[in-house]
């Protein structure tokens, strides 16, 4: 099980830099202020879904694979977190312009 929440997090950690270097040549080109929040928060949205709601999902499974893997993708969320003090999972405040 151990190996299968690192897995999660190695998923999670793919799929969020994935996001981020898109969101970024997204929002960073010649958008508004507005837009930019905007297109951010989408993608926030979409990591806090699949970290923590696939990471739910995956426990009621109640499959040894599934509790692991779903752990680890919740983990890989907190984690990104916490060491990017939300930059990178679009929790930081400053990423909106404020």
Request: aromatic share 8%; with cysteine.
């Amino acid at each position: 099980m151990v190996g299968l929440a690192l897995a999660g997090v190695a998923i999670y950690s793919v799929i969020n830099v994935m996001v981020v270097f898109g969101v970024l040549m997204v929002a960073g080109s010649a958008m508004g202020g507005d837009q930019a929040g905007v297109v951010i928060g989408a993608a926030a949205a979409f990591l806090a879904l699949v970290g923590l709601g696939v990471g739910v999902g995956l426990l009621l499974v109640r499959k040894p694979w599934s509790i692991g893997t779903g752990l680890g993708l919740m983990i890989g969320w907190a984690l990104w977190s916490i060491v990017t003090a939300g930059l990178c999972t679009g929790l930081n405040p400053s990423l909106y312009g404020g």
